[in-house]
């Protein structure tokens, strides 16, 4: 099966299949968002956006953009500002159903860990939804209780955080490493 995975960045052409993996995922429980969303979030941070191919078919996707620690993008807005932040929000990871339990998503969050060290990120933050929270705790996330969700996340929405494996030798305080910035005039849509 290895030969036949490919993690690469999401290119225009991908959209389709992300957009229907995105759907039937989060269709059911109210949390889907739409491709204008999803394209939004992608175009904040090319560079820790994803696809997973198996042969010449999609088969997962991941997508991180840099926010400050402790925030989160708006499940109703397309991003119109681009942070400065050592911290990059993991949105979203989807595995299409009849590919789980095959290590792909940790294959998929190994590769984006690796990149994210690489591009000097100190910390990744996102939000369990649908009782992920055990799947991310098993790779190294810790809830953060005290941050609560909006609503529109579901009714078991966790934030959780992890710092980026090395980056402790560089790391400040993640919670301190990021700052906002106002929108460049062609960056507001």
């Known amino acids: 099966m290895d030969r036949d995975v490919c993690v690469r960045r999401i290119s225009e052409r991908d959209w389709g299949a992300v ?9 059911a429980a109210g949390l889907s968002e739409g491709r204008a969303a999803l394209e939004s979030r992608a175009d904040a941070s090319p560079a820790t956006c994803f696809v997973l191919d198996h042969g010449n078919r999609t088969v997962g996707y991941l997508l991180a953009l840099p926010y400050p620690m402790f925030e989160y993008p708006d499940l109703n807005r397309t991003e119109d500002i681009v942070f400065h932040s050592r911290n990059l929000h993991l949105h979203d990871l989807v595995i299409a159903e009849e590919f789980r339990g095959r290590g792909l998503a940790k294959r998929l969050l190994r590769h984006f860990t690796g990149t994210a060290g690489a591009k000097g990120y100190e910390g990744i933050s996102l939000i369990a939804v ?60």
């Open 130 to 189: 649908l009782g992920s929270d055990t799947f991310w705790a098993a790779n190294g996330y810790r809830a953060h209780r005290e941050v609560t969700p909006p609503t529109g996340y579901g009714a078991d929405a966790v934030y959780m955080s992890r710092a980026v494996p090395g980056a402790h030798s560089r790391r400040t305080n993640p919670a301190r490493a990021s700052s906002r910035r106002a929108p460049l005039e062609d960056e507001v849509g």
């Open 19 to 27: 957009v229907a993996l995105e759907a039937g995922a989060y269709t």
